[in-house]
């Protein structure tokens, strides 16, 4: 069976992409000598909160998702960020190849929360890889990736702060049901307010003013 090792050698933001994407830069090698005509790969990526530190302003941001520090040591369990699938075109011995990874900006989303939470450093990962290989000199040999194939990159948490900023600049991004999507087009209609900003805002004041002793 050929032997595939896999290196995550850079990652950067898709400026052209519609919706937020990182594109990971991937090394592939296979056994010397062997011919791959074609790797249908699958990657699923996980981040590994535990393996990095916390300033005092990121704890705070990771409350909702581990709890209180002292409770990291139970709590702090890996995330999960994506899993895609991706094609790479036939090589021998080595290869390079980009991996186009989508991603959101719903806070309902853990990963997503983890990394807006992060102010500095980088994001640790785990890279899973499994799929099938196309191999053979002279033919088709069809060969599965092993399971156990894997790679540890730690992606800057500028990256991801870039990616987000290309399509979200200087704001974020929350789903509503369409249920309150609709109450809240109304509230807007009969306020006659100019935009969503000034319709939070208008609730935000009206329930300020309840509490207010």
């Known amino acids: 069976m050929t032997e595939f090792t896999f290196h995550c050698t850079d990652v950067w933001a898709d400026p052209y992409a519609a919706g937020p994407t990182l594109v990971f830069r991937l090394r592939i090698t296979a056994s010397p000598g062997t011919r791959v005509h074609a790797l249908a790969l699958r990657c699923q990526l996980r981040i590994e909160p535990a393996r990095r530190g916390y300033a005092d302003p990121e704890a705070g941001g990771l409350k909702d998702l581990f709890g209180e520090r002292p409770r990291w040591g139970s709590s702090m369990h890996p995330l999960q960020f994506a899993q895609v699938s991706h094609m790479v075109p036939g090589f021998t011995g080595e290869a390079e190849t980009e991996l186009p990874v989508p991603c959101t900006y719903d806070m309902d ?5 983890y990394a807006h939470a992060l102010t500095e450093g980088e994001v640790p990962l785990l890279m899973l890889f499994s799929g099938t290989a196309f191999t053979g000199a002279g033919g088709f040999q069809v060969e599965p990736v092993p399971w156990d194939r894997e790679a540890a990159f730690r ?8 990616m987000v900023d290309q ?9 509503l049901p369409r249920e309150t999507m609709d ?3 109304a509230f807007r209609s009969r306020r006659a307010l100019p935009s969503w900003e000034s319709t939070v805002e208008a609730l935000l004041d009206a329930s300020a003013e309840r509490t207010a002793p």
């Open 167 to 175: 399509h979200f600049p200087g704001c974020g991004w929350i789903r």
């Open 183 to 185: 109450a809240l087009l």
């Open 109 to 113: 989303v853990a990963a997503t929360r």
């Open 155 to 162: 992606m800057p948490v500028k990256v991801w702060q870039e």
